[in-house]
T-cell receptor, first 111, second 113 residues
Framework: SQQGEEDPQALSIQEGENATMNCSYK?????LQWYRQNSGRGLVHLIL?????REKHSGRLRVTLDTSKKSSSLLITASRAADTASYFC???????????FGSGTKLNVKP | SQTIHQWPATLVQPVGSPLSLECTVE??????LYWYRQAAGRGLQLLFY??????ISSEVPQNLSASRPQDRQFILSSKKLLLSDSGFYLC????????????FGPGTRLTVL
């Protein structure tokens, strides 16, 4: 069964705007990861945040983690048309061997 | 870094036919390996994972099986395909010695008619 649930399911913004996606999960975790998938392709790892971290940055990406609320957010600043893709969060449910993905947020950045 | 190869890229098979999808990994040793299935417009469902040669864990009961005959080879099989087996199959690996990051292959699009 899936662990994370992203919202919104779909998001459409103009180039240059910020995009925020959220992920909620149900069980305790060691870490949470965000991935990106272009249509019909494999997933690409974006960023990993550990359960003892609250915020992490990578380029235009900012991820936050609130373990008390069992939620995470991914912020993409100054979005570009090339950011158009589906974004997934994945958690490990305290098992380093397994990862569970949410249903994803489909982001459309209009030029 | 790791490179994951999957083939074929696309496959159209009749109901009741067998299936064999192959995944090979380069650039790492003794990785964890994973098979996921993705239905159209949906998230990834973990099907199988393996922590070593011959060690397979199944996540959901289904019509599929997996094998790991070599350290960097992971095979997904079925003896008789069902319509519900259609989907996008992704292989992934995790290098346990470095990070918790998973690296994904390009996927195989399977259509069962």
């Amino acid at each position: 069964s899936q662990q994370g649930e992203e919202d919104p399911q779909a998001l459409s913004i103009q180039e240059g705007e910020n995009a925020t996606m959220n992920c909620s999960y149900k069980t305790s975790i060691n870490n949470l990861q965000w991935y990106r998938q272009n249509s019909g392709r494999g997933l690409v790892h974006l960023i990993l945040i550990r359960s003892n971290e609250r915020e992490k940055h990578s380029g235009r990406l900012r991820v936050t983690l609130d373990t008390s609320k069992k939620s995470s957010s991914l912020l993409i600043t100054a979005s570009r048309a090339a950011d158009t893709a589906s974004y997934f969060c994945a958690t490990d449910r305290n098992n380093f061997n397994k990862f569970y993905f949410g249903s994803g947020t489909k982001l459309n950045v209009k030029p | 870094s790791q490179t994951i190869h999957q083939w074929p890229a696309t496959l159209v098979q009749p109901v009741g036919s067998p299936l064999s999808l192959e995944c090979t990994v380069e650039g790492t040793s003794n990785p964890n390996l994973y098979w996921y299935r993705q239905a159209a417009g949906r998230g990834l469902q973990l099907l199988f994972y393996s922590v070593g040669i011959g060690q397979i864990s199944s996540e959901v009961p289904q019509n599929l099986s997996a094998s790991r005959p070599q350290d960097r080879q992971f095979i997904l099989s079925s003896k008789k395909l069902l319509l519900s087996d259609s989907g996008f199959y992704l292989c992934a690996c995790r290098d346990r010695s470095s990070t918790d990051t998973q690296y994904f292959g390009p996927g195989t699009r399977l259509t069962v008619l």
